[in-house]
């Protein structure tokens, strides 16, 4: 069932954090980050972190203000988002502390593979991180969403910078659900849920989730760099949402029926029809269940 009210902006009553910074004195965003550093042991050497309580949209701010390659995986996360992105112009609303919103600068090695398969990569970084933390009935849509059971915890948006020749590097944004306020409302095509009703054990504290998600984004990062989406693709597979079930796809100009056949090598959605199968890129496009069908 839809879920289709207009929203407000962030409530000033937001509930507070989970689990408080350690040390109170410190700024919150700077203990997160703390946090977040001894989460990830000795993996934090391979990222510059961080962690601020408020911008706009943390893949705006890493895209128009590229920090240095200095070989390290640059991440930005927010308490906060105030402009928070999805894809195609949309929306991505969040909440102060029920929400994890940050972005991933990841630049392109030499001879990397087609960007087109990152947000797919992203995603099933995303899904494995949070099997590995007790979420059963994890499934992927194509391209960029995480479902629980049918309902969006989580989005992707991939923004790519172009550099002289060829892609330069891309901005990974990931905005995951942790504990929805009670009176969120969310504009949005299905059902929407967050990881507090997706774990049985209580919810771990959002350092810990993004050092969860970061390790495993790292290790795919490396996978896909050097062996491309082909060594991902029947991960992503087992996950698909849609598999073998019909969809529709809307673009800006048509709408194409057909049955979700999986993913190319390259990340490409394959649809199967009437004239056989055709692939179809992230682009414009949208994956809607066919009518009839409840997901
Ligand atoms: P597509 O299949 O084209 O990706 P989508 O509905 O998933 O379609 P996205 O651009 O991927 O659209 O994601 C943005 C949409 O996500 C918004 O239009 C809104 O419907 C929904 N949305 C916004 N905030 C949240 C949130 N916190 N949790 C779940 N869904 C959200
Ligand atoms: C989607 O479902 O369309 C993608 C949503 C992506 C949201 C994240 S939150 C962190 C990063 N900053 C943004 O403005 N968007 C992404």
């Not at 937001?14 to 408080?20: G, K, L």
């Not at 350690?22 to 700024?27: L, M």
């Not at 927010?78 to 102060?96: I, P």
Request: charged share 20%; glycine share 10%.
């Amino acid at each position: 069932m839809p879920v289709s009210q207009r929203i407000a902006a962030v409530p000033p009553t937001s509930p507070p954090p989970d689990h408080a910074p350690d040390n109170a004195s410190a700024p919150a965003p700077a203990a997160r980050r703390a946090e977040l550093i001894s989460a990830l042991g000795p993996l934090a050497r391979d990222f510059a972190i961080d962690w601020v309580s408020e911008c706009a949209s943390t893949n705006s701010a890493l895209l128009d203000a590229p920090p240095p390659d200095d070989g390290r995986l640059h991440v930005l996360v927010a308490d906060r988002q105030t402009a928070g992105r999805g894809r195609r112009g949309r929306q991505w609303l969040s909440w102060d502390g029920a929400s994890l919103t940050f972005s991933v600068l990841w630049r392109f090695p030499l001879g990397a593979p087609a960007p087109a398969g990152l947000s797919l990569v992203a995603g099933l970084a995303l899904a494995r991180a949070l099997e590995q933390l007790g979420v059963a009935g994890l499934q992927l849509k194509w391209p960029n969403d995480v479902l629980v059971h049918g309902d969006k915890l989580a989005g992707i948006l991939v923004d790519l910078v172009a550099g002289r020749a060829r892609t330069a590097a891309a901005v990974i944004g990931i905005g995951l659900n942790l504990r929805l306020p009670a009176d969120a409302t969310i504009p949005a095509q299905g059902g929407v849920t967050d990881l507090a009703r997706a774990l049985e054990a209580p919810l771990p504290a959002p350092a810990a989730v993004l050092a969860a998600i970061l390790t495993e984004l790292h290790r795919l990062l490396d996978t896909f760099a050097t062996a491309g989406f082909p060594a991902l693709r029947g991960a992503w597979a087992q996950r698909n949402a849609f598999a073998e079930l019909p969809v529709c796809i809307s673009g800006e100009k048509d709408v194409r029926h057909g049955i979700c056949a999986g993913v190319d090598d390259d990340g490409a959605l394959l649809l199967r029809t009437a004239d056989g199968i055709e692939r179809v890129l992230a682009g414009d496009v949208s994956l809607r269940p066919l009518a009839g069908d409840g997901r």
